[in-house]
């Protein structure tokens, strides 16, 4: 390379140095605030719940046993149906019964007509020993003999009694009504008194709920009702809500009716028991059922869309449109309690405030007349600026038609 190209090339560099030191300076390009939806939020009346899980039982479970022992002749229900109480089930062969029966019937008459006798015979004596012409001896005699029939009189007529209701307990009847499960012997087998189970009886127009209340659930209750903010929350007949294994609705009312005098130590649970009508058959021994119990008054709160939450360490947040330090429309993070979930929207509390202390930025409450982001959350920070544009007619995930719950 030649000196005159190498002394070119480097004036033209400086040149070009030069100008560009010298020359204006563009103007910095700061991105543009990006936009983000808002809502506002909506005033509710809110109930707070705790959620449990439960198993129904049956109200009342029978095992329906024979009385007397004998073979069994006749099977008189369909299996895994319905049955009304005093309805017919089994049959036990009578005839023994039946013999003993007509036996001990006999023996009554048969002592019945001797006290007849007897008695008679007391009247003439009587009348006799009044008149000097029998002795006390003989008198007293007749008297003990009519004592002593009236008693075996009495004695057969509980025999015969036991044998009329021996022939009644060959026919076994339902003692309730309810849903009746599989016969447990065949036609035939013998049947042993107070031992055999012939089937099992289950009530079904209500049933029982029963489920587990947590140590921290119930503390909260107990302290509600020595502050007297709550009454029957904390006890027996609360209305609790019912949903079904196939259900996200709560569409059952039972009524609590039991808690159990003392917690189990080894799950810290405390048993509780409620009551739910089953007027259209659905409900069944054994179901699977969620609980929600009902914590404190129901309240007003602000309730906003589930998807405009955030969560910074477990400790929940949001963002509103405000004003940063710059006067800029922006993104400003505030912190929530959050409440019970209603549907798709989520009802929320400020943030509790410790007395004598100042009130964070961030610790605001919400008002109505706050505009809650609903889009761009992960990419917002507090005092970004932000081109705010309410809700409109498609929803900030898919661009479908906005849900309702919304």
Do not use: W
Request: hydrophobic residues 40%; negative net charge; aromatic residues 6%.
């Amino acid at each position: 390379m030649s000196r005159s190209f190498a002394f070119s090339a480097l004036h033209a560099l400086l040149l070009l140095t030069a100008g560009c030191n010298g020359g204006p300076k563009a103007p910095p390009e700061f991105p543009a605030p990006m936009t983000v939806k808002f809502v506002s939020p909506i005033l509710a009346r809110v109930q707070e719940f705790e959620e449990f899980t439960g198993r129904t039982t049956a109200m009342e479970t029978i095992e329906l046993r024979a009385r007397v022992s004998g073979y069994l002749d006749e099977v008189a229900f369909t299996e895994g149906a319905r049955v009304e109480a005093g309805a017919a089930l089994l049959k036990i062969d009578p005839r023994p019964f039946v013999a003993e029966k007509d036996r001990t019937s006999a023996a009554v008459s048969q002592i019945k007509a001797r006290q007849d006798r007897l008695a008679g015979q007391v009247r003439r004596a009587q009348e006799l020993f009044e008149k000097k012409a029998m002795s006390q001896d003989e008198y007293d005699t007749a008297r003990y003999d009519l004592d002593e029939t009236t008693a075996a009189l009495a004695e057969a007529k509980a025999a015969d009694e036991i044998a009329n209701l021996d022939v009644t307990f060959t026919t076994v009847t339902a003692p309730i009504s309810g849903c009746i499960g599989r016969r447990m012997v065949d036609v035939g087998n013998l049947v042993t008194a107070d031992q055999t189970i012939l089937a099992t009886l289950v009530s079904d127009e209500s049933l029982h709920v029963y489920f587990d209340m947590d140590e921290r659930t119930f503390l909260k209750l107990r302290r509600m009702k020595s502050q007297d903010e709550i009454s029957a929350e904390a006890g027996p007949s609360v209305e609790v809500d019912i949903a079904l294994a196939d259900s996200e609705i709560f569409d059952r009312k039972a009524l609590v009716t039991f808690f159990d005098n003392q917690l189990d130590s080894a799950t810290g649970t405390l048993r509780v028991r409620a009551t739910v009508k089953n007027p259209d058959g659905i409900l069944s021994p054994g179901l699977f059922v969620r609980v929600r119990y009902p914590v404190g008054e129901a309240e007003e709160l602000s309730t906003i869309p589930e998807l405009s939450l955030a969560s910074d360490q477990g400790k929940p947040y949001l963002f509103v449109v405000g004003q940063n330090e710059e006067g800029q429309v922006a993104a400003m993070r505030r912190n929530v309690e959050l409440g019970t979930l209603q549907g798709k929207r989520r009802a929320i509390r400020s943030v509790t405030q410790e007395e004598g202390q100042p009130v964070k930025a961030e610790d605001q409450p919400i008002t109505a007349e706050d505009e809650i982001i609903v889009t761009g959350l992960q990419r917002l920070r507090s005092g970004m600026a932000v081109t705010p544009e309410p809700m409109g007619h498609e929803s900030p995930k898919t661009g479908s038609p906005e849900p309702a719950e919304l």
